[in-house]
């Protein structure tokens, strides 16, 4: 009978999952579920958008012909609600249920909010996908003011770009700046300061105390901390990390702590289900716990491992090197998360 | 409209549906709102042969900015308002086209039942809260449709106003509360089009500056028949109902009676056309409309009208056949019954309009022609020509003559009078009953001047003659376009000769054929009997090779031409009961100018 590999999520993860078992099972379906109306799409260069004329045809990974070539089903517009281990059946908000064979979760992560700032959702943007980031490109006058609040590396890639561009930048130092990078105090020093070197205009310790829309005619946003000090920016944008974005998975039966806990086979607790990327804690012998691994590279490999495995190899994950956050010659930080294909 | 006032629109829709979904009507709404806004619509519909509640809906509707011939073989948009009914046409959408769709149906769906599933690669998904708006909105799920109009007026940023307005005259004449409940679905529906991004590179310009002087209206290949009749000053209308001829005799029914005239539903065909030629003969402007089924039990008094030279104009719109055939598909199937159909040489004028400002034209001149040339004249259309929509320019001035007949002159009035009188241009002055000195006989008998019945050989050879050269005059009529040649002049690789409804899809694959560096021109004929021969010698000539695309399985066109011209030819028959897709008749005009390069 014909395996049916579905995969929710249309990362690195999921895509790479994809192209090695289509390679593996000729014969096998594959379909990819995702909650985004696009295809696969490079987010590491979203930047772009600022000095580029370009679209989002002009991030996509694989041609429109790729798929079908290799009969990868992409179901776009699609939320998944629930996931039935017992049944090996998954349920979409539209009330469809799709059965599967075996099952990758790869929905990867969602920006992270901290509480005390869910209330200002609505006046903070994201730059997590194409759509919110040519949100910002199309309300962000030329040269305008960008605070960011947290700065991991998404933002502080995003940050420099901006800088190239002539844009103003002011970032808000928390405990998340440089994440995923764990970086101690002396480290911290020398990079918040080559930050400053490259134009970014660093705060520290400071506490927001409110976030409103500006005044008509003014700047869109006002920023407010609690010593009295006031900011005045035409978009302000959490970068605080990720959050593991696999909330249909709960019920499902599966171990799950902050993500899917799997073993160095990335299998889950369900022989059928495996997960990858950004939403799976990994079993780490060296460190005895769970963990979880970033960047485009290692993703990358988790999705082919998962692949593999899901086809009858028993490969294992071998714990990576963290990657540390560095100032080259040029005074300019560099994360290796911002390395990709 | 969005301020892009330099982009060219060329946008096709399609809304898919099932009979009852309100597919048709939602369609209706759009194509009137762009008619409102400026652009050129062209629109055809496909519904099921059953009344309601079965069988699959689809309104087409191709806006642009200049004129278009043809819709698109793909649809930029597709909407989805039963996606069991949808899904076969996913595959119609272009790449980077939208598919909208209901993202919460109402009940619970096995693997592959939503559409969502279904989309290709590179067309974009627009899930639409179809059925919670309409709940919510209007209380019940009857409103899916303006849902999914509201988001779409919304995401591609149009105006609202034209749009309520449109929704306010389909519900006139129901409970307010019904067109208010309405116009808040749209407006819920927008709103949430216009906070959605656009992922897709669709853009409505603005459209092109309108002739001043003439009057721009969006209608249907039926209705311009109807406003044809009316300004021609039809007087009297016989008909029998049938699809999809019906919409004549529905649209007449109100508006004739208004300006004066009659409107009889007969018992059946025979005895719609049978009364169409008396009033004829009695003076007056008459008309009957039918299909091929009716038009078949009308052949045997068409030969009556032939032989006893009563002007009469019969409207035959084309479907599937033969017998009961396809009722709700279009063919071009009838040419021959047209223009062969009954006993004996029956020469009689048939008209085949290609578009519906050419309907409304044919219409007109068929009164004329009918008057001048003293005989039947059959205008053939098709479901396709008949039910399709396009924004028409209609002259301010009445372009028809009111009384076209050749008269008894003043000396003639002193003489006896012969009704069938030989004369140079073989059309005998013409009396209604009544008028002085007119007395005639009149026969279904080959018959002499006098109309008193003669079978004698030379007789008949003579006004065998007469029936038939008399109409060789409407090769020159006034007013009305016989023939006409497009694209490249001179000489060229690849001529296509075509006819009716079709040509606007032969057009449109020779514009693209030309785009392509093919050296191609396309000939309509307008007149199938008699037929220009002339000019279609001429066009043979010019060409290389000769394509002759039509909806029928025979090529009757190609049948009625090949009878007259020796030179070989190409044909490109279809029978899908749909529109012939631009792709197949561009193939074979590529593969002809292939043909020619090589043998060059």
Known sequence: ?341 | MIDSAMTETDIQLMFCGSAGDGTIAVGDIFKRAMAEAGFKVLAFDIYPPEIRGFGKCISRVRVTSRQAYSLKHQSDILVSLNDSYAIPHVSEVRDFGGVLYDQAPISAMAEGEHISGHLQPGQLPYGVSMREVSDQTTGGSKAKNIVALGFLAGLYDMQREPFHQIIRDKFKHKDPIISESNLLAFDTAYDEGVSTFRLDFIELGTPERQDIGSKVQMMTGNAAVVRGCLDAGLETFFGYPITPATSIMEDLATDLPMRGGRLLQTEDEISAIAATIGAGYAGARAATATSGPGLALMVEMLGLGVMAEVPSVIFCSQRGGPSTGMPTKTEQSDLHLAVFGGAGDAQRIVLAPTNVEGAYKCAGKAFEMAERYQTPVIVLLDLYLSNRYETVILPRQNPFEADSSKKRSHQERGVPYHRFSFTDDNVSPRTVPGEEGGIHTVTGLEHNELGRPNDQPDMHLKMSEKRHNKLLGALDHPGITIQKRFGDEGKVDVGILGWGSTFGEILEAMLVAQDEGISCSAMKVVMLSPLPLQPVQEFFSDCREILIPELNYEGQFANLVGSAISKPFTRLNRVPGVPMRVADILDEIRRLAAQVKSAA
Not at chain 1, 276 to 290: H, K, L, M, R, T
Request: charged share 25%; aromatic share 10%.
């Open chain 1, 1 to 341: 009978m014909t395996e049916h590999y579905v995969i929710i999520g249309n990362g690195v993860a999921g895509n790479e999952a994809a192209c090695h078992l289509r390679q593996r099972d000729p014969e096998s379906r594959i379909t990819i579920i995702t909650a985004g109306r696009l295809l696969f799409y490079s987010r590491y260069e979203l930047p772009r958008l600022f000095h580029e004329d370009c679209d989002w045809r002009d991030f996509l990974v694989n041609p429109v012909e790729y798929y079908v070539e290799n009969r990868i089903n992409v179901r776009r517009n699609s939320f998944v609600t629930h996931v039935d281990a017992q049944r090996k059946s998954i349920n979409l908000a539209h009330k469809e249920s799709i059965s599967y064979s075996q099952l990758l979760v790869a929905s990867g992560g969602a920006t992270n909010l901290p509480a005390e700032l869910s209330d200002f959702a609505p006046l903070l943007n994201r730059f997590n996908l194409y759509t919110a980031a040519c949100q910002v490109r199309d309300i962000l006058p030329k040269k305008g003011k960008v605070v960011m609040l947290g700065g991991d590396v998404l933002g502080l890639d995003l940050a420099r770009n901006l800088i190239n561009e002539g844009y103003q930048v002011i970032l808000v130092a928390t405990e998340q700046t440089f994440w995923p990078h764990r970086v101690d105090p002396d480290e911290r020093k020398l990079l918040l300061g080559a930050l400053t070197d490259m134009g970014v205009e660093v705060i520290e310790n400071a506490k927001i105390e409110t976030i409103q829309e500006g005044a008509p005619g003014m700047s869109a946003r006002h920023i407010l901390f609690d010593d009295g000090c006031e900011i005045f920016a035409d978009v302000v944008m959490p970068f605080f990390g990720l959050l593991p974005a696999a909330d249909f998975m709960m019920g499902s039966g599966v171990d799950f702590e902050r993500g899917l806990l799997v073993g160095t086979n990335l299998r889950t607790t369900d022989p059928s289900i495996w997960a990858a990327g950004d939403v799976c804690q990994i079993w780490s012998p060296e460190e005895n716990q769970y963990r979880f691994y970033y960047g485009w590279q290692n993703v990358k490999k988790m999705g082919e491992i998962a692949a593999r495995n899901m086809t009858g190899d028993d490969i294992h994950w071998e714990t990576a090197t963290d990657h540390k956050m560095y100032i080259d010659e040029n005074r300019q930080i560099v994360s290796p998360y911002w390395e990709h294909d």
